[in-house]
């Protein structure tokens, strides 16, 4: 009956020192696990912001650029017109630069579509390879956490049971 008592006691020393190692480590790696995302979630985040600032003002400078041209030459071929048209009536001056102005306009947006379209695919392309980039390392310091936390807990486990042995 004292042998029975001494072996419970010493089986229930032994699991709640387990328990107790156990909960430990799983802590520990859950804040470590914490700490590596949060970490590699900001850097993340500051790269994916820089990128769209460096894109985006890539973008806006194509963008100014299309547009001073195309104004440019826009207001070059209404003068001509302008002056071509005021020899013969002001209907005619009207005509021409109606027709001059919507052909400025149609170009205007097609070199607007066209620009804004190439700064979208550049944007798109620096998201995906930044996000790319951060789950990677994000699963990568996942796994190394988890790896430590298991080799951890086994050691634990394995010193909790050997003592259990040698008791």
């Not at 909960?23 to 769209?52: I, N, W, Y």
């Not at 400025?104 to 798109?124: F, H, I």
């Not at 620096?126 to 430590?148: G, I, K, N």
């Amino acid at each position: 009956m004292c042998i029975r008592d001494s072996a419970s006691t010493v089986l229930t020393c032994c699991l709640r020192q387990l328990l107790l190692a156990s909960v430990t480590v799983l802590t520990c790696c859950l804040r470590q696990l914490l700490l590596a995302s949060v970490t590699v979630l900001t850097c993340c985040l500051r790269q994916l912001l820089l990128a769209s600032v460096t894109v985006l003002t890539c973008c806006l400078r194509q963008l100014l650029l299309a547009s001073v041209t195309v104004l440019t030459c826009c207001l070059r071929q209404l003068l001509l017109a302008s002056v071509t048209v005021l020899t013969c009536c002001l209907r005619q001056l009207l005509l021409a630069s109606v027709t001059v102005l919507t052909c400025c306009l149609r170009q205007l947006l097609l070199a607007s579509v066209t620009v804004l379209t190439c700064c979208l695919r550049q944007l798109l392309l620096a998201s995906v390879t930044v996000l790319t980039c951060c789950l990677r390392q994000l699963l990568l310091a996942s796994v190394t956490v988890l790896t430590c936390c298991l080799r951890q807990l086994l050691l634990a486990s394995v010193t909790v049971l050997t003592s259990l042995e040698e008791s």
